[in-house]
């Protein structure tokens, strides 16, 4: 079952702007992932933040997570064209591996 | 980075029959890779897990006898979908954990299902 939700469901920016996704789960985690997909492929790997951090930065990504509110928000800054796909939370509660993903952002960046 | 490949990249096939597809971890050894289906539109759900010599564990609601899952070696998992039905039309995707890190997986580049 999916345990997270994510808003929006769809953003449209122009190139250039600022891209802030938002990402909200059910049960305590180890980790928060995010990833993209392209339309129809696969996933990449973007950002993975622990538990016991509350923000990370990778290049133009930077990744926020607020236990306390069970909340997580990816903002991609400078958009860029090439930006444009799906994003998805995933959380990791049990070390496993196993990820639960939210239902995805749909991120449009026009050029 | 490590790198997954799927095998075929899209099928399409008639009702009734199985089919099977590849997920291979070309450059690292994976004791875990995991499943996951995909509709359009939608977000991924976790199927099952595979483990590498041993039984596959399914998610609540995935039928194992629907959906067999073999792990022969560290670095193949193959899902076969038993008896397809169009409502078995979807995007598979597989990733692969390196062995000894829980933390990192990768994913495959996924698997387009047709039934006709």
């Known amino acids: 079952s999916q345990q997270g939700e994510e808003d929006p469901q769809a953003l449209s920016i122009q190139e250039g702007e600022n891209a802030t996704m938002n990402c909200s789960y059910k049960?305590?985690?180890?980790?928060l992932q995010w990833y993209r997909q392209n339309s129809g492929r696969g996933l990449v790997h973007l950002i993975l933040i622990r538990s016991n951090e509350r923000e990370k930065h990778s290049g133009r990504l930077r990744v926020t997570l607020d236990t306390s509110k069970k909340s997580s928000s990816l903002l991609i800054t400078a958009s860029r064209a090439a930006d444009t796909a799906s994003y998805f939370c995933a959380t990791d509660g049990s070390n496993t591996g196993k990820l639960i993903f939210g239902q995805g952002t749909t991120l449009q960046v026009k050029p | 980075g490590a790198v997954v490949s799927q095998h075929p990249s899209r099928v399409i096939c008639k009702s009734g029959t199985s089919v099977k597809i590849e997920c291979r971890s070309l450059d690292f050894q994976a004791t875990t890779m995991f499943w996951y289906r995909q509709f359009p539109k939608q977000s991924l759900m976790l199927m099952a897990t595979?483990?590498?010599?041993?039984?596959?564990?399914?998610e609540q609601g995935v039928e194992k006898d629907k959906f067999l899952i073999n792990h022969a070696s560290l670095t193949l998992s193959t899902l076969t979908v038993t008896s397809a039905h169009p409502e078995d039309s979807s995007f598979y995707i597989c990733?692969?954990?390196?062995?000894?890190?829980?933390?990192?997986?990768?994913f495959g580049p996924g698997t387009r299902l047709t039934v006709l």
């Open positions: 595979s483990n590498e010599g041993s039984k596959a564990t399914y």
């Open positions: 049960t305590s985690i180890n980790n």
């Open positions: 990733s692969a954990r390196v062995s000894g890190n829980p933390w990192e997986q990768f």
